[in-house]
């Protein structure tokens, strides 16, 4: 996400290009306008005898042995102010 938004400097167009639509829009108390993203993936990892490891990034989780499956949840709030530049932006990443 930092590698994307500049506070100040980001335009409404280019997060837009990077991030798609957002889920929610909304105005805060002082009128800017805030656009919300949440994404969730199934991060699945299958291990093998050897103790290595990979990832596999699917829709849907498996019980078998070695095998182990968790969400993540990331969230970001995108603040921008009358000329639709980021006046302020947060992100927060959740584990499940």
Do not use: C
């Amino acid at each position: 996400v930092q590698m994307h938004i500049a506070t100040g400097v980001t335009t409404k167009a280019q997060i837009l290009e990077v991030f798609g639509a957002p889920n929610v829009t909304t105005r805060d108390g002082e009128g800017q306008e805030v656009w919300t993203y949440q994404r969730q993936a199934q991060v699945n990892q299958a291990y093998d005898q050897s103790a290595s490891w990979f990832v596999i990034l699917t829709g849907h989780s498996s019980s078998a042995s070695g095998f182990e499956s968790s969400s993540r949840m990331i969230t970001l709030v995108i603040k921008f102010n009358a000329e639709d530049i980021v006046s302020d932006f947060k992100s927060r990443a959740s584990n499940f």
